[in-house]
């Protein structure tokens, strides 16, 4: 982690988290939660009761992302998940993405947007370059889907 990213102030910008279930059980499946803030995990396979720390989000999560759309309050963070993200963009139901490029060769790793994928058109609205490790971050806002 680059001590110039200011990790703290990033997640006061948000009151809701986003998970897909793999993101998720890597990040712990719920053995602890952010303070003040509501975690909804999109899942067909995990179950509430298992799981009473956070909210599970089956086949209704368009209705339930719209509706967490439409609250007063601050913004929500989709934390992973390339599955989940290709879903929201292609519902028009993302924003913003943040992609953050850290220098380490990895061989693998979760892929943006996952396949099959439509192709998602983002346009490029900020970026940072952290000097000390060479993290780059980018953020793009998620273009409406084409009307095809």
């Known amino acids: 982690m680059d001590p110039d990213i200011d990790f703290a102030g990033l997640t006061e910008q948000f009151d809701i988290y986003f998970m897909g279930r793999r993101t998720f059980e890597v990040a712990g ?9 509501r975690t909804f995990v999109f899942s067909r396979t995990l179950r509430q009761d298992d799981h ?7 086949d209704d999560w ?4 719209r509706a967490l759309r439409g609250e007063d309050g601050k913004d929500i963070w989709l934390f992973g998940g390339g599955s989940l993200f290709r879903s929201l963009a ?15 060769g990895l061989g693998g790793g979760t892929p943006l947007i996952e396949e099959p994928a ?22 793009y806002a998620v ?3 084409d009307p095809d």
Not at 90 to 104: G, N
């Open 143 to 145: 273009n409406p889907a």
């Open 62 to 65: 368009r209705e339930v992302v």
């Open 90 to 104: 292609e519902e028009d139901l993302d924003d913003s993405v943040e992609v953050t490029v850290i220098p380490i």
């Open 118 to 139: 439509e192709r998602i058109r983002l346009t490029l609205t900020d970026h940072r370059i952290y000097e000390k490790t060479g993290t780059i971050s980018l953020t």
């Open 52 to 58: 009473p720390n956070v909210t599970i989000v089956g």
């Open 29 to 37: 499946g719920g053995q602890s939660t952010a303070p003040g803030k």
